[in-house]
């Protein structure tokens, strides 16, 4: 496993996996504990998603996530949006299920999932789940801008429904 850190967003870690091939199929070690010994992954979940669905942006106040894609194709969308000079920095990354990569993601670093092809996710959080923290805004909300070139994507109701990233930073700045 080799760590890069992000360029443009502090705690946005990608964490490069190796994959170990043969005539039976293949080894992907996950994660160690050693590799982050001051965080406790406390629920891991799967997604299993078709071509042309997006997903998010979502953001969290309280868990951080650790994201695998098993197999399939996806465009990851990171924005920043937490207080501080890198407020609204933003970075997107191709994740294939081919090439393992898990990507560490902070609270409040807000994130969408743009599905190229059947594509299987796993991802671990620091903290149980809980519908009041979590929080969104419109992916084609212009000053999100992670997903311009996006025409008509699947989306569920709660994503149609979230409101502009001016809203939801409101929202996260009073709590």
């Known amino acids: ?31 160690r504990s050693s590799w982050q010994p001051d965080r ?23 868990h951080c996530d650790l994201l695998f894609v098993l197999d399939g194709r996806m465009r990851l969308g990171l924005k920043d949006l937490r207080q501080g000079p ?15 990569v898990a990507v560490f993601i902070p609270n409040g670093v807000a994130h969408g ?10 991802y671990a959080v620091d903290d149980y789940f809980d519908p009041a923290d979590e929080l969104g805004c419109r992916w084609d909300d ?8 996006v025409r008509a994507p699947r989306i569920s109701e ?11 930073c409101a929202r996260l700045d009073r709590a």
């Open 1 to 31: 496993m080799h760590a890069e850190p992000s360029a443009t967003i502090p705690g946005v870690t990608l964490h490069r996996l190796v994959r170990h091939d043969d005539d039976r199929g293949s080894l992907v070690e996950l994660h």
């Open 113 to 122: 999932f743009l599905i190229h092809a059947a594509t299987r996710h796993l």
């Open 142 to 149: 212009p000053a999100v801008g992670l997903f311009r070139d």
């Open 40 to 62: 406790r992954w406390v629920q891991w979940n799967t997604m299993a998603s078709v071509a042309g669905v997006l997903r998010g942006l979502h953001v969290h106040r309280r």
């Open 86 to 100: 890198t407020r609204f920095a933003e970075q997107v990354i191709e994740l294939d299920g081919a090439d393992p």
């Open 158 to 168: 709660r994503d149609a429904a979230a409101p502009s990233l001016d809203e939801l």
